[in-house]
């Protein structure tokens, strides 16, 4: 199979079934906020910006990285530029192998034009610096969509249960390393939905990162995505059979922090995305310590519509967040990592 028809498939399958985790959830259920009936705050002046790597954003919210490389995709793109330019949000583009190997599939990862001004993210999977890859194409993703940095994604359990998979990862810190020291612009670290633990994360710093999106499970299964798309009733029973694998969002995300802050390595982002879908996840997760919250399946089935069902979607999120800071008594992001503004199920209700 192409890496096109791949790309289609994993578009299809997010929109027309069910892969999201059935049991296992982000952990973001067992916290809240301390409600503050008298907020002394006006809601106008609550101040969700925040700036990553020397850039302005309205909200932290970041449209995740998911799709390029067919015609549905380079529509699917522009839409969710065009949207994140309208509400000043950041965006990651899809996985741009297709884009390094194929030039004709180069327009559909594109989005400038539309969004000249929004926090970009190029995107490659880093098991490709075993396979050939090295700084040199991890520039040209970059310089194929004038991106601000570079995302380099993590997968090996969805590398693990696909026809084909690229299973050799042995030695691949060290190529990650390599390239975080040759780029010009900061390198991100991700998983895709199934969590960062302990030991990755400060594998990761030791190699120089500039950020890690630790993609915690309870969101989409991409082992389930993979399970759709199987060629082979075994590979089908295979990726069926981690249908409920990962670190819930919300664990992930404070390993990730602890380490980060442990190691004394303030100046490293950590970003928190699967299973994000309302604007009290995205203010829980800043509490927990992310810089920058991702979505994805929610701004897919939008983008799937309209630039304008994705305007929509961003500006209910942000109103959202916003209440929820006015009413947990934050008048700015930082303000909701205070002691006691965010509590555990057990310390609420004692």
């Not at 819930?248 to 950590?270: I, K, S, Y």
Request: hydrophobic share 45%; aromatic share 6%; charged share 20%.
């Amino acid at each position: 199979m192409s890496s096109r028809e791949r790309k289609a498939d994993h578009i299809r399958i997010n929109l027309e079934e069910d892969v999201q985790f059935q049991g296992l959830t982000t952990g973001l259920e067992g916290y809240h906020f301390v409600h503050q009936a008298l907020p002394e705050l006006d809601l106008e002046t609550v101040d969700t910006r925040v700036t990553v790597f020397g850039r302005e954003l309205a909200a932290p919210i970041l449209v995740s990285s998911m799709t390029g490389g067919t015609p549905e995709a380079g529509a699917i793109n522009r839409r969710l530029a065009e949207a994140a330019q309208a509400r000043g949000l950041a965006m990651g583009i899809g996985s741009q192998r297709v884009g390094v190997e194929d030039p004709e599939t180069v327009a559909t990862f594109q989005v400038r034009e539309v969004a000249p001004d929004i926090l970009l993210f190029a995107n490659l999977g880093a098991v490709q610096l075993n396979y050939g890859y090295g700084p040199d194409q991890c520039r040209q993703a970059v310089e194929m969509v004038q991106a601000d940095a570079l995302i380099l994604h993590l997968n090996p359990l969805q590398e693990a249960v696909q026809a084909g998979g690229d299973t050799n990862w042995h030695g691949l810190l060290a190529r990650i390393e390599a390239v975080c020291r040759a780029l010009s612009v900061p390198v991100v670290v991700k998983e895709v939905g199934w969590g960062i633990s302990r030991q990755v994360a400060r594998m990761l710093i030791e190699a120089g990162v500039a950020g890690i999106d630790v993609a915690g499970a309870g969101g989409t299964s991409w082992s389930q995505v993979e399970m759709h798309r199987a060629p082979t009733e075994r590979l089908r029973r295979l990726a069926g059979a981690f249908m409920e694998w990962g670190i819930p969002t919300a664990t992930t995300l404070r390993w990730v922090c602890q380490v980060r802050n442990e190691m004394g390595a303030l100046g490293v982002e950590v970003f928190a995305s699967g299973g994000i879908r309302t604007g009290q996840d995205v203010a829980k997760a800043v509490a927990l310590g992310a810089s920058l919250v991702g979505l994805a399946s929610p701004f897919l089935k939008a983008a799937a519509q309209s630039t304008q069902a994705v305007v929509e979607e961003m500006a209910i999120l942000e109103d959202e967040l916003r209440v929820a800071m006015w009413c947990a008594g934050a008048s700015c992001l930082e303000a909701l990592r205070r002691p006691g503004v965010l509590l555990t199920k057990r310390e609420l209700y004692g």
